[in-house]
């Protein structure tokens, strides 16, 4: 799990991002990314509606599963950034921890480019 400092605390933080925030798609999931005060810590939330699936329990393996992908990045250059990821496909339960932490990796390279 992520550490405090690196979550999101309330709604009103995150619409900040839905409102500001830059748009980067991915085959499995979205990435919103905001600028924030360089010296902060970066921030990351995990958004599974349920039509993505019913089940609370796939819904939070998918966000747990995400996390540890983001929590493991071999680079975490990302000061001063807040990310949501939006997840599209209930899919992302099953796929291998590889693909997985190449898609979440792959977004965020793609987020700091621009």
């Known amino acids: 799990m992520l550490s405090k400092i690196h979550r999101f605390h309330g709604y009103g933080s995150i619409r900040g991002v839905y409102q500001r ?3 980067y798609r991915g085959p499995l999931m979205t990435l919103k990314v905001s600028n924030r005060a360089t010296n902060r810590p970066f ?5 599974v509606s349920k039509k993505v699936s019913k089940s609370a329990v796939v819904r939070n393996r998918i966000r ?7 929590r493991t990045m071999p ?14 496909s209930d899919s992302l339960a099953s796929v291998e ?18």
Not at 43 to 47: L, M
Not at 75 to 88: A, S
Not at 97 to 113: G, I, M
């Open 21 to 23: 925030g830059n748009n």
């Open 43 to 47: 921030r990351v939330a995990v958004v």
């Open 97 to 114: 921890d590889k693909k997985l932490k190449k898609d979440v990796t792959d977004l965020t390279e793609k987020a700091l480019q621009n």
């Open 64 to 70: 747990r599963r995400i996390y540890e992908a983001v």
């Open 75 to 88: 680079d975490k250059n990302l000061p001063g950034k807040d990310m949501i990821f939006t997840v599209h």
